[in-house]
């Protein structure tokens, strides 16, 4: 594997890790794709260093199990600026 996507792989776990970031705000901040994001992350950091996976992979899962309350969070708040455009 090349040295530079090893380096990215880390880094991106490292930011996940430090700022409880979901996929695709990680994936924004390091302007790559959220695929991008989720290969060197659940393949690549496996087996470049198992730790820091373990660490990266708790948070994305905990993001996981949170999305689709983060949804209905976005939602909601659309349909409440959109009623109080309406008025």
Not at 43 to 52: A, G, M, Y
Not at 59 to 81: D, M, P, V
Request: proline share 1%; no cysteine; glycine share 2%.
């Amino acid at each position: 594997m090349k040295d530079y996507i090893e380096k990215r792989a880390i880094e991106l776990a490292l930011y996940i890790i430090e700022n409880n970031a979901t996929v695709r705000k990680t994936a924004k901040v390091f302007n790559v794709s959220k695929s991008t994001v989720h290969k060197d992350v659940h393949e690549r950091l496996k087996k470049i260093n198992p730790s820091l996976y373990k660490q990266a992979q708790a948070i994305l899962e905990f993001n996981k199990s949170e999305r689709h309350i983060r949804g209905g969070l976005a939602t909601r708040e659309k349909y409440l600026k959109l009623k109080t455009v309406q008025r």
